[in-house]
């Protein structure tokens, strides 16, 4: 038997996989990979897939960097791992001290946690907590954005707007309060995003007005609403909400797990609207890709608020490899390839490269609302196709043979690749991904 067969069809029997549709009677797609480099993913033929997607939106500066297997090595012959209560180490005080510096100071104690999830659930225990401690007892709930995901244990789920989770989980999440979303998409004519902004924060500013004396703080993905297709939006919604969250008392918690780390076109994406929150949730590019974990990071006078000499008013909450040795190590040189060259500005001139080579796409009547922010790109597909359930998952396998990892959120394809890019790597990714989009259109493709 083929090698990677093998594995698929081992890893079947005993590998549940997350986010898989399982059909009786069938095989799921399985790609085995058998090791990957800079912006590649190989089987064991040695066949390479293009990592569109960042395996997960995860890799920044590419698989197998000499920089950051180097910086985990070093640490290995020194420190593995140790609890993070009572005790503390090197690495992590740095990447504290590194991470407060990228928001000069406003936001100047972190917590940590192992993934996206986690960081959610932190954030949420700490805003409810420090109205409690305040003496604000009936701050208790808060407000989500329509279409918002923030990952998927109860309490990330119970402030996210996915449908197919609150249909299966509902019991468990409770009901909440959900503010409109300021996708740009709902531009009428004639109208721009601030306009579509500003009708959702007039939305959000009735909300708090009735309910702010409950409401502990509003949850966001800055810019990008990215699990719900890549929603984009303007700038100005940030800088609104900022405002009324300080008018209202009630905490600005921004989920930047997918799209912090340079992923916009800033190191934040708050930093488009000049704007900090009071909570900021990091992970996924926070080690480059590496290992798992995630921080959040907030403001001295809400950790203060915890400083009592009470347990009961402490921050009741942690986890086994909270502030792991090793995966501080990995976001440390992470931040360090930051500091050492102009990544952002890199990410730009690969991305004007891309955004020309997609260009392709727009000749054709189904392909709807091409946009980006940053390095981050995504359009619509309206076809017949594109209505069937299996559509990501064609798109998927065409995409394979075609030497490109796609993995598209419904009808929406987006690619969301590693930082470290060559002109014939996005050469290949614009061309593999305009082929696979129009072979998945099939015959009812018209050209304008």
Request: charged share 20%; aromatic share 10%; hydrophobic share 40%.
């Given at each position: 038997?083929?090698?990677?067969?093998?594995?698929?069809?081992?890893?079947?029997?005993?590998?549940?996989?997350?986010?898989?549709?399982?059909?009786?009677?069938?095989?799921?797609?399985?790609?085995?990979?058998?090791r990957?480099?800079?912006?590649?993913?190989y089987?064991?033929?040695?066949?390479?897939?293009l990592?569109?997607?960042?395996?997960?939106?995860?890799?920044?500066?590419?698989?197998?960097?000499?920089?950051?297997n180097?910086?985990?090595?070093?640490?290995?012959?020194?420190?593995?791992?140790?609890?993070?209560?009572?005790?503390?180490?090197?690495?992590?005080?740095?990447?504290?001290?590194?991470?407060?510096?990228?928001?000069?100071?406003?936001?100047?104690?972190c917590?940590?946690?192992?993934?996206?999830?986690?960081?959610?659930?932190?954030?949420?225990?700490?805003?409810?907590?420090?109205?409690?401690n305040?003496?604000?007892?009936?701050?208790?709930?808060?407000?989500?954005?329509?279409?918002?995901?923030?990952?998927?244990?109860?309490?990330?789920?119970?402030?996210?707007?996915?449908?197919?989770?609150?249909?299966?989980?509902?019991?468990?999440?409770?009901?909440?309060?959900?503010?409109?979303?300021?996708?740009?998409?709902?531009?009428?004519?004639?109208?721009?995003?601030?306009?579509?902004?500003?009708?959702?924060?007039?939305?959000?500013?009735?909300?708090?007005?009735?309910?702010?004396?409950?409401?502990?703080?509003?949850?966001?993905e800055?810019?990008?609403?990215?699990?719900?297709?890549?929603?984009?939006?303007?700038?100005l919604?940030?800088?609104?909400?900022?405002?009324?969250?300080?008018?209202?008392?009630?905490?600005?918690?921004?989920?930047?797990?997918?799209?912090?780390?340079?992923?916009?076109?800033?190191?934040?994406?708050?930093?488009?609207?000049?704007?900090?929150?009071?909570?900021?949730?990091?992970?996924?590019?926070?080690?480059?890709?590496?290992?798992?974990?995630?921080?959040?990071?907030?403001?001295?006078?809400?950790?203060?608020?915890?400083?009592?000499?009470?347990?009961?008013?402490?921050?009741?909450?942690?986890?086994?490899?909270?502030?792991?040795?090793?995966a501080?190590?990995?976001?440390?040189?992470?931040?360090?390839?930051?500091?050492?060259?102009?990544?952002?500005?890199?990410?730009?001139?690969?991305?004007?490269?891309?955004?020309?080579?997609?260009?392709?796409?727009?000749?054709?009547?189904e392909?709807?609302?091409?946009?980006?922010?940053?390095?981050?790109?995504?359009?619509?597909?309206?076809?017949?196709?594109?209505?069937?359930?299996?559509?990501a998952?064609?798109?998927?396998?065409?995409?394979?043979?075609n030497?490109?990892?796609?993995?598209p959120?419904?009808?929406?394809?987006?690619?969301?690749?590693?930082?470290?890019?060559?002109?014939?790597?996005?050469?290949?990714?614009?061309?593999?991904t305009?082929?696979?989009?129009?072979?998945?259109?099939?015959?009812?493709?018209?050209?304008?």
């Amino acid at each position: 038997m083929d090698i990677s067969s093998d594995w698929a069809a081992r890893s079947r029997r005993s590998v549940w996989h997350p986010c898989t549709v399982l059909y009786p009677g069938e095989d799921t797609p399985l790609l085995p990979v058998q090791r990957a480099q800079g912006v590649w993913l190989y089987n064991h033929n040695g066949k390479a897939y293009l990592d569109a997607i960042s395996s997960w939106w995860t890799n920044l500066f590419g698989h197998a960097n000499p920089r950051i297997n180097q910086a985990i090595k070093r640490q290995l012959d020194t420190l593995d791992h140790v609890m993070l209560a009572g005790f503390t180490h090197e690495p992590v005080v740095q990447l504290s001290e590194a991470l407060a510096t990228r928001t000069g100071g406003e936001l100047g104690h972190c917590s940590y946690a192992s993934d996206g999830s986690s960081a959610v659930e932190i954030a949420l225990k700490m805003s409810y907590q420090y109205w409690q401690n305040q003496g604000l007892s009936k701050k208790q709930g808060f407000i989500r954005l329509q279409d918002g995901y923030h990952g998927e244990t109860v309490g990330a789920m119970g402030v996210s707007d996915v449908a197919i989770f609150r249909q299966a989980y509902g019991p468990l999440l409770g009901e909440g309060l959900r503010a409109p979303s300021p996708d740009a998409r709902q531009a009428q004519d004639g109208e721009s995003a601030d306009d579509v902004a500003l009708k959702a924060i007039a939305q959000l500013e009735a909300l708090l007005a009735k309910n702010a004396s409950n409401i502990a703080g509003i949850i966001v993905e800055p810019l990008v609403q990215c699990a719900a297709g890549m929603i984009m939006y303007s700038p100005l919604y940030l800088k609104r909400l900022r405002a009324l969250c300080d008018h209202y008392q009630v905490h600005f918690i921004a989920d930047e797990i997918a799209v912090g780390f340079g992923r916009t076109g800033r190191f934040f994406a708050c930093e488009h609207a000049g704007v900090w929150p009071d909570f900021l949730c990091l992970s996924k590019g926070i080690t480059g890709g590496y290992l798992p974990l995630s921080a959040v990071l907030t403001r001295p006078n809400i950790y203060d608020a915890f400083v009592c000499g009470q347990v009961e008013k402490s921050f009741l909450h942690s986890h086994s490899y909270t502030g792991n040795a090793l995966a501080c190590q990995a976001a440390l040189a992470t931040l360090a390839i930051f500091d050492d060259s102009d990544v952002l500005g890199n990410n730009k001139r690969w991305g004007d490269r891309l955004e020309a080579g997609l260009q392709p796409l727009l000749e054709y009547d189904e392909i709807k609302h091409f946009r980006r922010q940053g390095s981050i790109f995504a359009f619509d597909v309206h076809s017949l196709a594109a209505q069937s359930r299996r559509f990501a998952t064609t798109v998927f396998q065409r995409g394979l043979k075609n030497g490109v990892l796609l993995r598209p959120l419904a009808n929406t394809v987006y690619l969301m690749p590693p930082y470290v890019l060559n002109d014939d790597e996005v050469d290949h990714l614009a061309a593999a991904t305009v082929d696979t989009v129009r072979q998945c259109l099939g015959t009812t493709t018209t050209v304008v």
